[in-house]
């Protein structure tokens, strides 16, 4: 699965920037996740075109310093290995010498004199156990070994400030330190809490906890940044007591440190293990029938009593998690849960605050497909329940769930953003995605006269769809759009084929001939005088785009669309690339990553597939930005236009998804046979003609939207 593409990506070694000192695999990414499991456990290391594990403090996705911090100190010798702390005894810091990172992992090794150290910063991800998929904590570990042959005397010690819990650095904090059974915990909260409130997308409500097992040799402290790290670096522990002066974050800077004394070492050293979370309870707000408000809380509370029964499964479990991480290209991914009434919530990251965004969904839904579709279908159970109730008025599908994650209110006066098309099609498209691959009729039969009542707006708009936004919705309003009215066809398709599902004949054939007809048509009003290639918009000979939504011909196995169409665009595709990939359309010479590789996904060219995933990449390593991965970028130059961090990178999982999938054809137009169960038999490994890169490496090369895996499969679980 995805840990398997970045494992194939070690192969791109020594493709670091000159600047950059280290060793990098596959390559050093703007920004480095280090804790990423939910919108607001986000940790992130701005690297740029290469920063050292040291040489910058973390931060959230936004871009705001979340103190983490991190000294080892070897005989009598501390080191920084983590952050930029200050104390006020002189310390050295150690030096990087490699990074690597997977699809859940981030790991450094540095030279600290005499010892070298492994820091591993890991964020599970696991999609077939939802329980532990809904688990808000990430794991950071720490290895120590010498490296001249001898026996060192080392100690490890880190801390979390207050920083983690809101964006408002003047508002009071209180904490605790606790110790349940062979754990100690910090705890930090703001005083006064808000409840499904966000600061500078930070949410005002809930924890944060630090912990570590109590094992021989650990101690703690809470106190001032200064003091405490100080102590550590003077005498190699603390002092095991709490600071109880509860102030602002930004007042003398409280942290909450943990170390542990490793004595003397002569060979590599058991790794010290700490857990970094935040828990919140209620999780989200929810619309229910006739305006009731719900507030459902996260998954894992249907195991777990307490935060600290959670956490005394997780910290403990670090070695088995990290062996499934490991193993996670090995997983079948296809297995379905059977839990009632769970629902999934999105938060639209950096784009804008909504949740659930039906075009935030749909081009993050190859990741869904690829790992387990189920999640794909508890992210699409809010929006059909809600609409279910009538309370939104327009015939077309709803834009979002609602303005402000995580308050899912709906928007019953239907003044949300107007995608008619764009969300209607998106729905359709999904549903019977999910429905092919699992053969789960839930959807199609729960919500039939919904999803045909889309289907009947369709009909009126798609053809000749009216002024409106697509999904790229930042390149303004536009009427008669060639790549809208391709998903809105396949959406009318998609009906046809669901009302097959469902015994419904009459209705499939009927559909099936409008969308027939359709094509027929939009060919002729999409394709240039010249016929080399589609138009942006009817009539307009000298415009173009990417029309990825193609794609979704592709997914479905609807095959409504003639192969002369992916033909002529492939052709045309390769003549108008500049140096990061081929613009979205004719308005701007910007792109977006997801569409790009949506777009290689359906091209006949190995040669133009490779083009446009090579482009991706290469833009994702060029040390122009030092913000966690952008899908908005220039093609000229690769620098980002905005976005960070969003859900929609999963749709850089296309071509695996399309392999998932029993209807997928390869390029050549020849059935894929490959098992759903093993992900390496499923990667065309043709090497295109002359270019001498592979299917294979072509997509490991873009492994870094991986990075992003737990901003999409995050804690957005809920009952």
């Known amino acids: 699965m995805l840990p398997l593409l970045a494992a194939i990506t070690f192969l791109f070694t020594g493709l670091a920037h000159a600047a950059v000192t280290w060793t990098a695999a596959p390559f050093n990414p703007a920004s480095v996740p280090l804790a990423v499991r939910t919108p607001y456990l986000s940790a992130w290391l701005p690297q740029g075109s290469g920063t050292a594990l ?65 820091v591993n910063f890991l964020s599970p991800v696991e999609p077939n156990n939802l329980v ?53 915990t910090h705890q930090v909260q703001l005083q006064n809490q808000q409840a499904f409130t966000e600061n500078r997308d930070r949410i005002q409500q809930g924890s944060a906890f630090y912990s570590i097992q109590n094992a021989q040799g650990t101690t703690f402290q809470s106190g001032e940044d200064q003091v405490v790290r100080s102590l550590f670096v003077s005498q190699g522990s603390l002092n095991n007591t709490q600071d109880t002066n509860f102030r602002a974050v930004q007042d003398r800077w409280p942290v909450f440190g943990l170390s542990r004394d490793l004595g003397s070492i002569s060979s590599t050293s058991s790794p010290v293990v700490f857990s970094i979370g935040h828990v919140r309870d209620p999780a989200v707000q929810y619309i229910v029938a006739n305006g009731a408000l719900q507030e459902r809380s996260t998954f894992f509370w249907t195991k777990f009593s307490s935060v600290q029964d959670l956490i005394s499964s997780f910290l403990p479990a670090y070695s088995s998690a990290l062996s499934r991480a490991k193993a996670f290209d090995a997983q079948d991914s296809s297995g379905a849960f059977n839990a009632s009434d769970v629902l999934l919530f999105m938060k639209e990251i950096s784009s804008d605050g909504n949740v659930n965004t039906v075009d935030v969904i749909f081009p993050s839904w190859p990741l869904f497909l690829y790992t387990n579709p189920t999640l794909g279908k508890q992210l699409l159970l809010p929006l059909f329940e809600y609409q279910a109730t009538g309370q939104y008025p327009n015939k077309w599908s709803v834009h979002d769930m609602g303005a402000n994650y995580p308050k899912a209110l709906g928007h019953n006066d239907g003044k949300d953003e107007p995608m008619p098309v764009e969300e209607s099609g998106n729905m359709l498209i999904m549903t019977l995605s999910y429905t092919q691959r699992t053969n789960d009729k839930s959807l199609v039969t729960t919500y039939f006269d919904l999803l045909d009542q889309w289907t009947q707006f369709l009909i009126t708009d798609s053809l000749i769809p009216a002024n409106q936004i697509s999904t790229d919705d930042f390149a303004g309003s536009l009427a008669n759009q060639t790549n809208l009215a391709i998903k809105g066809i396949i959406g009318i398709k998609a009906m046809s084929e669901i009302a097959a599902l469902v015994g419904d004949n009459a209705r499939a054939s009927n559909y099936s001939s409008i969308a027939s007809s359709y094509v027929s048509q939009w060919q002729n009003f999409a394709t240039s005088s010249d016929k080399k290639h589609l138009t942006l918009s009817y009539g307009d000979d000298s415009s173009w785009g990417l029309s990825y939504n193609l794609y979704a011909d592709k997914l479905l196995g609807t095959n409504i669309f003639p192969s ?8 045309w595709y390769s003549t108008v690339a500049n140096s990061f990939g081929v613009p979205l359309d004719t308005r701007h010479t910007y792109t977006k990553s997801d569409w790009e590789i949506w777009t290689s996904a359906l091209v006949t060219s190995a040669t133009v597939r490779n083009l446009l995933i ?20 220039e093609t000229t130059d690769g620098s980002v236009e905005g976005f960070r961090a969003r859900p929609v990178v999963g749709g850089h999982l296309a071509l695996l998804a399309l392999s998932r999938s ?12 490959s098992s759903s169960a093993g992900p390496v038999s499923t990667v065309d490994n043709t090497t295109s003609q002359g270019s001498g890169t592979s299917h294979t490496t072509a997509i490991a090369s873009i492994t870094i939207s991986s990075f992003l895996l737990s901003t999409v499969l995050t804690t957005f679980m809920y009952y």
């Not at 002369?564 to 052709?571: I, K, L, P």
Request: hydrophobic letters at 35%; a negative charge.
């Open 54 to 118: 040291n040489a910058n403090w973390p931060t959230f996705w936004t871009g705001q310093i979340v103190g983490w911090a991190g000294y080892v100190r070897v005989d009598g010798t501390a080191y920084s290995f983590l952050g930029t702390p200050g104390t006020n005894t002189p310390t050295q810091k150690a030096v990087q010498k490699s990074f690597e990172f997977t699809s859940t992992q981030s790991t450094f090794v540095l030279t600290a004199g005499p010892v070298d150290i492994t």
């Open 564 to 571: 002369s169409v992916f033909e002529m665009q492939t052709a």
């Open 614 to 633: 090579s482009s991706v990449r290469k833009y994702a390593e060029d040390g122009k930005s030092s913000q966690p991965l952008g899908d908005w970028y």
């Open 132 to 184: 532990q998929q809904s688990l808000p904590f990430s794991y950071l570990s720490v290895t120590a070994a010498p490296n001249d042959g001898k026996s060192h005397s080392v100690q490890v010690y880190t801390d979390i400030s207050a920083e983690w819990i809101s964006g408002d650095l003047t508002l009071t904090a209180t904490w605790n330190t606790t110790t349940t059974g062979d754990i100690i």
């Open 662 to 673: 029993a209807l997928a054809t390869t390029t050549n137009g020849e059935q894929n046979t």
